[in-house]
């Protein structure tokens, strides 16, 4: 009988030992596309299928069924529809998370980030304009700014309007149920690219042939596992002053979320003016604190994304703090060209000798 035990746990080690010898060669994918309106860039590292197609669904999903405020039938979208009639809405567990989470920076920020505003996002409408000059020029949305005709820059009394729907605090909450105030729009594009970033870590460390991968969602960048090569990801900061071109890059290993908001990324000129996508709830007009973009290095995609979108709004001085509050870092390309950056950001960033 003993003889027997021994042999049986020998056998499994044997078996283990012998694939293990074989060495399931890494495959290495990559796939382009377009998710969540913006470019979805993807560098698997697998010993199995290739399953960017997957990492698409994932994406595609998560817009319809929780973030898309367009598309009727998400979670957001519902909320949206009851604002001001009485009736909460409940919604998952995640997203009513999500929305805690978002009330905490909202109070931290000073109200910089509130995914409240979609009011006065509709107004000044720049995504969709940025959007449309992209097609129009058959081109990517990689930084070019939107067409000036037939936009219509909004007046004082319109921006004063759709501020007077917004304000977080105004959300009345029962457990999972939430009670928008009349006329309120929740807008999570400040933040749905780092969601989508957690939910495909959460994903990939369930895909055990996984073994690395680098996804990027727009402005939030993933970084996961090790490469068979044993090097580090080099993660590009752009040059907001000349967008095809990189100000840096970080050296990352293992599991980390890179969020940059910029004043470059979707944008239309007016009379000579730049009107970028990134607004100040405080003005309602786009954020002018003497910063062109922040990168915020973050354990957790989410709270990357939510305060790069705070950071610009806030400028670096109070965005710093903000960042340390969180402990992530944080660095800042200013108006005049010169970056500032938390001390610990020192440790992974390398500035591109021009
Ligand atoms: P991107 O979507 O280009 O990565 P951000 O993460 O900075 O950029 O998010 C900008 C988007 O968030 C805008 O397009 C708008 O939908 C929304 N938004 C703009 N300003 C704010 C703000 N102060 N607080 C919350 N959401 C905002
Ligand atoms: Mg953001």
């Not at 009670?179 to 055990?208: H, T």
């Not at 001085?317 to 509050?325: D, I």
Request: hydrophobic residues 35%; proline residues 2%.
């Amino acid at each position: 009988m003993k003889r027997f035990t021994a042999s049986f746990f020998a056998l499994p080690t044997a078996v283990l030992l012998l694939l293990s010898g074989c060495g399931n060669a890494v495959k290495e994918y990559e796939a382009v596309d377009t998710a969540m309106g913006t470019v979805v860039t993807q560098k698997l590292y697998t010993e199995g299928d290739n399953v960017t197609g997957d990492v698409e669904r994932l994406l595609s999903d998560l817009e319809k069924t929780k973030l898309s405020r367009r598309i009727a039938g998400s979670e957001v979208a519902k909320l949206n529809a009851n604002a001001g009639t009485g009736t909460y809405t409940e919604v998952s567990g995640e997203l009513a998370e999500t929305l805690q989470e978002l009330s905490g920076i909202y109070e931290d920020s000073d109200g910089a980030l509130d995914v409240s505003i979609g009011a006065l996002v509709s107004l000044w409408d720049i995504d969709a304009h940025a959007q449309e000059s992209y097609e129009d020029a058959g081109e990517q949305p990689d930084g070019t700014g939107g067409k000036t005709e037939g936009y219509h820059l909004p007046g004082e009394a319109e921006i004063k309007e759709a501020l007077s729907y917004s304000g977080f605090s105004k959300i009345e909450r029962k457990d999972n149920s939430f009670l928008l105030p009349e006329g309120m729009v929740l807008d999570l594009g400040a933040v749905g690219k780092g969601l989508a970033c957690d939910d495909i870590l959460a994903w990939l460390e369930e895909q055990a042939e996984v073994k690395a991968a680098v996804i990027s969602v727009g402005g939030s960048i993933l970084t996961y596992g090790e490469k068979p090569d044993g090097t580090a990801f080099k993660v590009a900061v752009t040059d907001p002053f000349d967008t095809g071109t990189y100000r840096g890059y970080l050296t990352l290993t293992g599991n980390w979320f890179v969020s940059t908001s910029g004043d470059y990324e979707r944008f239309v000129e007016v009379d000579g003016k730049r009107y970028h996508h990134i607004l100040n709830p405080a003005t309602g007009y786009p954020a002018e604190s003497g910063v062109k973009s922040v990168t915020i290095l973050s354990k957790n995609g989410m709270i990357s994304d939510a305060l790069s979108t705070a950071c610009f709004v806030l400028g670096e001085e109070k965005g710093r703090l903000l960042a340390e509050k969180y402990g992530v870092e944080a660095l800042f390309i200013l108006e005049d060209g010169n970056i500032s950056m938390t001390e610990g950001m020192q440790e992974y960033f390398t500035e591109q000798t021009k």
